[in-house]
């Protein structure tokens, strides 16, 4: 059994005002978390940071640990970067959104798709454990505000330029642009956020898609509110626990400290009361 992982954490970005500040940050310590509570080999985990996390580089490790799986082996992947969406090009999405992932070298006219990410998913051998960690935004809004470097906190977003065009030249907008809000819209709160759903990966989303995920000073340094605490609930429980308890824990944590996003666990019910990771 073969224990492997990719985390990919960018503060950096090629586009101006965009750059954050804990990424890096939760790369090191999730890569600790798999190291001293998971039995992962640090040869065995592949690190994307800053300018070296483009597309491209995204996709060739993404691609390799996927098509290394074999029956039995644990396989991690880790994003911690902006979120953002795009108008759908294929007609797959209900609103008309595709979500995207943003590299370094983010190029809105050919974006990181999540297209792209289930095709590559869907590659995954039966009886592969794959867990996914997005700690990101995928809401979007129409404002353009530019956030001071300063500033606590900062929303891991980045607003989609066609849709900024589209609001300004007075043309109507492909789909519904989510709005960057600190909690869901009333009549949209799920009873649950702990969701079944037929992928054979385990998925951990830094919010709902009505919220945004934070980059903010935590522990007197920059880290992603999820992953931050995350990693903590794992240090608390010496990596005994299962994904639903994980993810209980890691939603009480955010709570305490004042944060409005709520984390989403997807996956097949069976596999909510597995060791996380086991």
């Known amino acids: 059994m073969a224990k492997r992982a ?3 954490g960018i503060n950096k970005y090629q586009v101006p005002g965009s750059d954050l500040s804990g990424c890096v940050n939760d790369v090191k310590n999730l890569r600790g978390a798999l190291t001293t509570y998971y039995g992962f080999a640090d040869k065995d985990i592949t690190t994307l ?39 759908d090009d294929n007609g797959d999405e209900a609103d008309r959104r595709d979500e995207i992932l943003c590299p370094t070298d983010l190029d809105w006219k050919d974006p990181f798709r999540d297209d792209w990410l289930r095709t590559t998913m869907n590659k995954l051998r039966k009886g592969v454990s794959l867990t996914i960690i997005m700690d990101c935004c995928h809401s979007g809004t129409i404002t353009r505000a530019i956030t001071p470097p300063d500033v606590p906190r900062k929303e891991r977003f980045l607003p989609c330029p066609l849709d900024l065009m589209a609001v300004e ?7 519904t642009v989510r709005g960057q ?7 949209r709160k799920r009873k649950s956020d702990v969701v079944h759903a037929d992928i054979q990966e385990m998925l ?4 709902r898609d009505t919220q945004t995920s934070a980059d903010a000073r935590i522990g007197g340094s920059y880290n992603g509110a999820l992953t931050y605490y995350l990693v903590e609930s794992i240090k608390e429980a010496k990596g005994k626990l299962t994904y639903r308890e994980l993810h209980r824990r890691t ?16 996956g097949q019910r069976t596999a909510f009361d597995r060791q996380f990771l086991g």
């Open 251 to 266: 939603i009480a944590k955010l709570k305490q400290q004042d944060f409005d996003q709520v984390p989403q666990l997807e």
């Open 169 to 175: 030249s007075g043309r109507k907008l492909r789909g």
């Open 49 to 87: 940071t800053d300018l070296k996390a483009t597309k491209k580089a995204m996709q060739r490790a993404i691609k390799k640990l996927i098509a290394g799986g074999k029956k039995g082996d644990v396989l991690v992947l880790h994003y911690s970067g902006h979120g953002s969406n795009v108008p």
């Open 204 to 207: 951990i989303t830094g919010c």
């Open 181 to 187: 809000l600190g909690k869901a819209l009333r009549g």
């Open 6 to 8: 990719v985390l990919i």
